[in-house]
């Protein structure tokens, strides 16, 4: 029987992405979950300053040993300044 | 002249009241149509679809969208469908509606579709029940495509997707999900009909612009690609786009495809 694996943050991640999708007060899929030590890096971008404030909360109850380092984006629905002409 | 303006992915929720109606009031005047190519709302709850209805009611040119992942989460797309439908919206699976502008004929043919990957990474509709049914989604999907593609007999058609027909719009994100993201079976059914536009959204982190191999423009509108609350295009002309010459399905060996 070989070591055990010292670093299993993959497994971690996916479950982190997992809680986001399924959090009540998330349901994002596609934000980015990355995992530095006891730090959790978010990044991508949520639809609302509440769901960003969410998923932070979210990722801090599931793992409050670590740190949480919110580099989300809130969508901006700026009005379009070009228009694509096609054939 | 035909002006569309087109979104897709903005997950609306409750938490969203306000934040896109300021930034629509100028779209009447910028397009003649607004197409949404799925996940209208956060978790397919109808209350959500309530409040988009509302961000949306200042927008006074008619509105076509398609249903996307994130508007089935919670089994309810018929609700979330009568919220849309009792505002005007017109949501389209598998089915088509066309529209005089300017004298010009243009039809929109809208499936939500579903996944299955790309030539060279594809999944079959082999083995286990699951595995079929997952394919075979896709399959029915793309022949309803077709056959709604098929339906209209205007100038410009466009077909709107939530799920990618290519791999070229999905540029960004991790190939290994590409599967989940979209299907060449949308593409090679808009190719055997021929199309002048297809939108689509669902791949937040992909790219915006790409093509079918028949030469059809293809869009990823996900809010979070395009970075703004719409895509403005426009077809200055009236050339419709020939359709290029495809082996029929029945015609591959080991191919089921029920296109009609």
Same mark, same amino acid.
């Given at each position: 029987m070989g070591d055990r694996p010292k670093d299993l943050?993959?497994?971690?991640?996916?479950?982190? *992405? =997992?809680?986001?999708?399924? =959090?009540? *007060?998330?349901?994002?899929?596609?934000?980015?979950?990355?995992?530095?030590?006891?730090?959790?890096v978010l990044s991508g971008t949520v639809a609302t300053?509440? *769901?960003?404030?969410?998923?932070? =909360?979210?990722?801090?109850?599931?793992?409050?040993?670590?740190?949480? *380092?919110?580099?989300t984006e809130v969508a901006d629905f700026v009005e379009p300044t070009e228009v694509e002409h096609l054939p | 002249m035909i002006r569309i303006a087109a979104m897709a992915?903005?997950?609306?929720?409750?938490? $969203?009241?306000?934040?896109?109606?300021?930034?629509?009031?100028?779209?009447?005047?910028?397009?003649?149509?607004?197409? !949404?190519a799925g996940d209208l709302t956060r978790v397919g709850d109808p209350a959500e679809a309530t409040i988009l209805v509302d961000e949306l009611r200042d927008v006074r040119v008619? +509105?076509? $969208?398609?249903?996307?992942?994130?508007?089935?989460?919670?089994?309810?797309?018929?609700a979330v469908t009568n919220v849309l439908a009792g505002a005007g919206i017109t949501v389209l699976? /598998?089915?088509? +509606?066309?529209?005089?502008?300017?004298?010009?004929?243009?039809g929109v043919a809208g499936v939500k579709g579903f996944g299955g990957g790309f030539p060279g990474a594809t999944a079959s509709d082999f083995g286990e029940p699951e595995m079929r049914a997952f394919v075979g989604h896709t399959k029915e999907r793309a022949a309803h495509l077709e056959s709604a593609l098929r339906?209209?007999?205007?100038?410009?058609? !466009?077909?709107?997707?939530?799920? $990618?027909?290519?791999?070229?719009?999905?540029?960004?994100?991790?190939?290994?999900?590409?599967?989940?993201? /979209?299907?060449?079976?949308?593409?090679?059914? +808009?190719?055997?009909v021929g199309a002048d536009l297809v939108l689509h959204g669902h791949a937040h982190h992909g790219s915006e612009q790409g093509v079918t191999e028949g030469g059809v423009p293809v869009r990823n509108v996900a809010q979070p690609v395009l970075r703004r609350a719409y895509a403005l295009f426009c077809f200055d002309g009236t050339d419709n786009r020939v359709p290029v010459e495809l082996p029929s399905p029945p015609e591959l060996a080991g191919w089921r495809y029920n296109a009609h």
């Open positions: 943050n993959p497994y971690l991640i996916e479950h982190v *992405r =997992d809680a986001l999708a399924h =959090d009540p *007060r998330v349901g994002e899929l596609d934000v980015v979950v990355e995992i530095d030590g006891e730090t959790v300053a509440d *769901r960003q404030e969410a998923a932070a =909360d979210a990722v801090r109850d599931l793992l409050p040993n670590h740190h949480v *380092r919110d580099e | 992915d903005v997950h609306f929720g409750t938490d $969203a009241v306000g934040t896109l109606r300021p930034h629509l009031v100028r779209l009447a005047e910028q397009a003649d149509l607004l197409l !949404i008619p +509105i076509v $969208a398609v249903l996307g992942n994130h508007d089935y989460h919670t089994d309810r797309p018929a699976e /598998g089915n088509s +509606i066309s529209f005089d502008i300017n004298g010009i004929r243009v339906s209209l007999e205007c100038d410009r058609r !466009i077909a709107l997707l939530h799920y $990618a027909p290519v791999p070229e719009t999905l540029q960004g994100e991790p190939v290994g999900i590409y599967p989940f993201l /979209g299907s060449y079976l949308l593409a090679e059914a +808009i190719d055997r």
